[in-house]
């Protein structure tokens, strides 16, 4: 496609919900980046995949959030039994090369917890 | 622990005033330092990616300059479209591909 692609662009969440959000990065970009970002305040770094492999989940805040990439292109971000500290902007991004430094923002997602 | 600290938080600037943007860092071997542009409601726009001091790049009204210890975004004759926030993030060399960002500089230029 013609740039990063991430649905639902909006989701509302109630307190425990499991939430599923997706990406669908530029095509034939091999580096997928996940980022959390709260109101008025910086991207931060939540994993990292190369192709299906994921190599740096390190900025995961818990254990209930959980990323994959199966088939190294479209990627979907779980976050089971939501909390309202979850509530912020997912960002997603994807680079053409392993080590690109140049990445590719989508719209994100604003998941509101409830 | 790569660390990126921006000011000023918020800038107001009139049609026409120029200005610069800051971005002091910390990073254990830098591979790149980033500025994005982020409008209300959507994701980072790439601007320009620096690599060593001293590197200076531009992009119409916009210059961004490199050093050591810190980078500046250079807004010549800014217009009302200029405004945006501004964000800066560093590439370390032991953080992998991840970005490290700042918490961005909310730019408003009135006419």
């Known amino acids: 496609g013609a740039g990063v692609s991430q649905s639902p662009r909006y989701k509302v969440a109630k307190r425990g919900q499991d939430v599923a959000l997706r990406c669908d990065p530029i095509s034939g970009h091999v580096s997928l980046f996940w980022y959390q970002q709260a109101l008025g305040q910086g991207p931060e770094f939540l994993t990292y995949?190369?192709?299906?492999?994921?190599?740096?989940k390190s900025g995961l805040p818990s254990d209930r959030f959980f990323a994959e990439r199966p088939e190294g292109s479209v990627s979907t971000l779980k976050i089971q039994r939501t909390q309202q500290e979850d509530s912020a902007v997912y960002l997603c991004?994807?680079?053409?090369?392993?080590?690109?430094?140049?990445?590719?923002f989508g719209q994100g997602t604003r998941l509101t917890v409830v | 622990e790569d660390q990126v600290t921006q000011s000023p938080e918020a800038l107001r600037l009139q049609e026409g005033e120029s200005s610069s943007l800051n971005c002091s860092y910390t990073?254990?071997?830098?591979?790149?330092l980033f500025w994005y542009r982020q409008d209300p409601g959507k994701g980072p726009e790439f601007l320009f990616t620096l690599y060593s001091a001293g590197e200076e790049k531009e992009k119409e009204r916009l210059k961004a300059t490199l050093t050591k210890k810190e980078s500046f975004l250079h807004i010549t004759a800014p217009k009302p479209e200029d405004s945006a926030t501004y964000l800066c993030a560093v590439q370390g060399g032991n953080a992998g591909n991840m970005l490290t960002f700042g918490g961005g500089t909310r730019l408003m230029v009135k006419p």
């Open positions: 991004a994807s680079s053409l090369l392993l080590g690109d430094t140049e990445a590719f």
């Open positions: 995949f190369q192709n299906e492999a994921q190599l740096d």
């Open positions: 990073v254990s071997g830098l591979r790149g």
